[in-house]
DNA sequence: GCATTTACAGAACGTTTGCAATGTAAATGT
DNA sequence: ACATTTACATTGCAAACGTTCTGTAAATGC
């Protein structure tokens, strides 16, 4: 005998349950997507491509997420939920504002500067569907944690606004100049600290 | 009769010389692209929907530009020219560094807001081509308006760059969060004037 | 164990895409 | 005037796209 175990002689394929298949598969799928838009732009994230990137059949894509768009509002709800993670479990008790801005855009830029953040801008700007809905809930995320780290009361909610409208264009516009010019990581870290400057400047008392 | 001039009775149709025709059609179509991608979207810009919002055939199409990417370099390089155009006819003598960069942002936004950009934009994200040395080329744009502007010669290139990068990322910025959520023009003034206190800081000796 | 449900594979289909090919009217040069 | 070139219209097509449909293996519940 080749293989001399007793029952199992080579377990070519563990044993899974349904639920670990459905996530492997999802998650699978997803970090596919993510990757492909990451790489090679919305458009050509195709169906094919994402199934030959996953490594499964569209049958299986079909079975999780419906269609095309069931797969793009599964990749926004989770890159989200990433972003609101990320900045959520950050300890804040005695920092003072440099520090929480420093924190603030540190974690921030992790996620802008990701290809989760490339892959919910692409959605959100070709994707008709969700369009204002989605990039409204991206705000409310966005606003749940800013009014976390910088509760600032004696700004008028108008400043406010435009405070975090413009951290928002500096992060993203940030993200999306290097996605299209193939720059050095460290000329970032200019930006990253203007906005800092500006962000501190603007919030304190 | 039922008209009683003599010789052209009704001229629908002005004779037009070739170059007027070559003209307006290639501007025709420029248009319609540029419009269509800054209401669709360059996913559903597609060669008919393009015919459709030009008035003419693809035939025509054809004949002006060649291919589908032979009008997204075509709209590419007038997005350039405008941008560069409408920032190099102004004078500059007599103007303090406050009026400067209020006047370069004025002139910046006029350009980072319109559908031209929008278009630009998204041409870039999408068109694999022309990808690197389009971008590199606006860049170079920037920096020549930008070095009109703000010689600066007290600043070190590496600081020249981080604020050229700033600026471009907030203008970008703003102008892809107003074209995802439909928001309210007015609340672009807050960020847009933070960007100028952030450019007057650091660009005085 | 066995029936049922769930997870996934793969081919087939109808539509849309960009583009080539061909034809025709208008303008130009001589 | 007429031949030639330029500007534009129309049709047809092959490839690619998203999706539907059918089939099969694996896991679950009884």
Redesign the pocket.
């Known amino acids: 005998m080749a293989t001399p175990s007793r029952r199992r002689a080579a377990p070519v394929?563990?044993?899974?349950?349904?639920?670990?298949?459905?996530a492997?598969?999802?998650a699978k799928v997803m970090a596919a997507v993510v990757a492909s838009i990451a790489s090679v732009g919305f458009q050509?994230?195709?169906?094919?491509?994402?199934?030959r990137r996953a490594?499964?059949?569209?049958?299986?894509?079909?079975?999780?997420f419906?269609?095309?768009?069931?797969i793009l509002d599964a990749v926004l709800a989770d890159s989200f939920e990433r972003f609101a993670q990320r900045l959520a479990g950050v300890e804040l008790d005695g920092l003072d504002l440099d520090a929480r801005v420093a924190t603030f855009v540190d974690g921030a830029w992790e996620h802008f500067g990701s290809p989760h953040y490339r892959c919910t801008f692409e959605i959100l700007l070709n994707h008709p569907g969700a369009e204002g809905d989605a990039w409204q809930g991206m705000l409310e995320a966005w606003n749940e944690v800013w009014t976390r780290f910088f509760p600032a009361p004696h700004l008028a909610r108008r400043e406010v606004v435009a405070l975090q409208l413009y951290a928002i264009s500096v992060l993203s516009g940030l993200a999306t100049a290097r996605a299209l010019g193939g720059r050095p990581a460290r000329l970032l870290d200019g930006p990253l600290a203007l906005l800092c400057e500006a962000l501190v400047q603007n919030l304190e008392a």
Request: proline residues 0%; charged residues 35%.
């Open positions: 394929r563990a044993r899974r349950s349904h639920a670990e298949r459905t492997e598969t999802r050509r994230t195709t169906a094919a491509e994402i199934t490594g499964v059949s569209w049958g299986a894509v079909q079975h999780h419906g269609d095309k768009d069931g």
